[in-house]
């Protein structure tokens, strides 16, 4: 009896590659006291793990080189010690990018398969989710009538951010790569326009799209899509710092610190960095609004599934590199669902 598990063979120093994982197969482990194992049904990517790749400080610990690669998961109990979980049981679960897991309860959550899709725990109704509702609502602090511009506009948090606002009755610009995605961000998730980030005028289609300024930026991407942002913005803009993908391997020709500094003095924006796991006092009243919109197909949401573990790594890079459309996930094992 074995199990397999995606490995940090190497820290990468600019973009990841094929040559930092390792796929190895170990002894599938027994429950002690006090544990259960389960087995790993979905496997979250998430762009936050190329950050863990690396020995940089942060807000999280690294994943060591040896250790299994850190992640979200959803998996059903297979053999239980632990007297809170039972054989059968469905979890959201910190388990990484492997096919089995011991866990002893800590950081998991019993999932109803009745509610929503299970993999809908890793994405529209997870994690992303929330990010996206908190983000929008809370550091944002967005308002009937407001513009906003949403970054990475169709992916796992961008298209919330964006079907949030528009029902909020907001304007809502998006930046996405590529005609494909823009096109159905205007007509899926109902942003007003979507535009490409790789276009050579951003900032000027930009400004055509929103002749009075700009109110709320939600930031998850940094790079070309912030400079063709900011000086779009009003005086007294809001931005909310979700992430800044395009950097996170590195930055090719970063804007200088002058510009930035210099358009958040001239315009008095506010600017305001979170992290989600300071928010998770957030999610009852998140799940308890956007669950029933989810159900109903009022919020819609896309998935990208790469099949198999040893997938994992090639979709990971693919995600940097936009080559996700919505959620991506992994499919580790069969959904009893
Ligand atoms: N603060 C928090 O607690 C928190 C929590 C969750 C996520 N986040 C952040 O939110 C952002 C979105 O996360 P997600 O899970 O929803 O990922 P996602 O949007 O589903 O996937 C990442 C997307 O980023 C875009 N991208 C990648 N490289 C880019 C580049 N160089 N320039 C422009 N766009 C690029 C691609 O979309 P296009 O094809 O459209 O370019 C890609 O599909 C990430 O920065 C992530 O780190 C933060």
């Known amino acids: 009896m074995t199990y397999r598990r995606i490995v940090l063979a190497a820290r990468p120093d600019a973009a990841p590659g094929p040559e930092h994982f390792r796929l190895e197969t170990a002894p599938l482990p027994m429950p002690g006291e006090g544990q259960f194992l389960a087995r790993t049904i979905w ?10 790749m690396s020995a940089a400080k942060s807000y999280a610990k690294p994943v060591e080189i ?5 992640g979200g998961c959803v998996a059903d109990v297979i053999a239980s010690r632990h007297p809170g979980f039972a054989v059968g049981d469905v979890v959201l679960a910190p388990m990484g990018w492997a096919s089995h897991g011991l866990s002893d309860g800590v950081g998991v959550v019993k ?13 529209v109704l997870g994690m992303p989710g929330l990010t996206a509702w908190v983000g929008l609502n809370d550091i944002a602090a967005a308002h009937p009538g407001e513009t906003i511009v949403v970054s990475a506009a169709t992916g796992a948090v961008g298209s919330l951010v964006g079907q949030l606002a528009k029902r909020k009755g907001m304007k809502v610009i998006g930046l996405a790569g590529g005609a494909e995605k823009c096109a159905y961000a205007m007509a899926e998730l109902g942003y007003d326009i979507c535009l490409d980030h790789r276009a050579e005028n951003l900032t000027a289609l930009i400004a055509d799209a929103a002749p009075q300024g700009i109110d709320i930026y939600f930031e998850n991407v940094a ?5 063709a942002t900011l000086p779009n913005l009003k005086t007294h803009a809001r931005i909310a710092l979700c992430g800044m993908i395009a950097w996170y391997s590195g930055a090719e020709n970063p804007p200088p610190a002058p510009l930035i500094w210099g358009a958040i003095l001239r315009q008095r924006l506010s600017v305001r960095g979170f992290i989600i796991f300071d928010h998770y006092d957030r999610l009852p009243d998140f799940l308890a609004e956007v669950a029933p919109l989810v159900q109903s197909g009022a919020i819609t949401y896309r998935e990208s599934i790469a099949e198999g573990l040893e997938n994992a790594p090639a979709a990971f890079l693919s995600l940097l590199r936009g080559g996700n459309f919505g959620k991506q996930l992994v499919r580790v094992g069969p959904d009893p669902a």
Request: glycine content about 12%.
């Open 43 to 52: 496997l979250s990517l998430d762009p936050y793990m190329r950050g863990r």
């Open 66 to 70: 040896g250790e299994t690669m850190q």
């Open 111 to 123: 999932l109803d398969p009745s509610i929503a899709p299970l993999s809908t725990a890793l994405g």
């Open 223 to 227: 790079g070309k899509s912030l400079e």
